[in-house]
C-alpha cells in the first residue's frame, strides 16, 4: 500500500523503521497524552501490530514519509479501536515533534478518510483522544469530523469522540 498527498507518503511500516518511529514515539512531549512513551519492545511490537493488521484489514497505521526528503515524520492510517465498548474504524495519528504544526498530520488523515470511504464499507470514521489532546482534536475536526460525545476509561480517564459519515464526507467532496 502506497498513498500520496502533495507533501507526503504513506506506506507500510517495515521492520526498519523502527529508529525513526522510536524517535517519535519514546519522546515524553510527543506521547504526554498516553499512560507513558513508548520503550524500545512497546515500539517493535507497534510495527508487528501494524504488520498484522495490514494482514488481517488490508490497512493499519502507515509510515508517513515527508516527499521532499525521504525522512520518516510519523504515522496515520486507520486501525481498528475499542471506542466506548464497540470496536470502530479510527484515524490515528503521531507526527515528530519537530513537524508539528504544518499541517502534516491533518493531510496525512485526510488522505486516509479518503481512502477508507473509497476502499471499505465503513459507514463512518472516528477519532478518538485524551479530552486534554488539543492538537488531535484539532485534527479531527480540520477534517470533517464533528464532537460526538465522550466516555471515561482506565488510560485516558476521559476520551473525546469525533467521527464523520460517509454522507457528511460525500457532501465535503462534492463541496470541492
Known sequence: MRLETNRLILREFSTEDFDALYEILSDPET??????PFDESKVRYWIEWNLENYRVFGFGLWAVVLKETGRLIGDCGITMQNIDGKIKPEIGYHIHKSCWRRGYASEAARKCRDWAFENTPFQMLFSYMKHTNVASYST???NGMRLIGEF?????KISKVYAISRSEWEALKGGK
Open 31 to 36: 506521547m504526554r497524552h498516553y499512560p507513558k
Open 140 to 142: 479531527a475536526v480540520s
Open 152 to 156: 471515561e476509561n482506565e488510560a485516558d
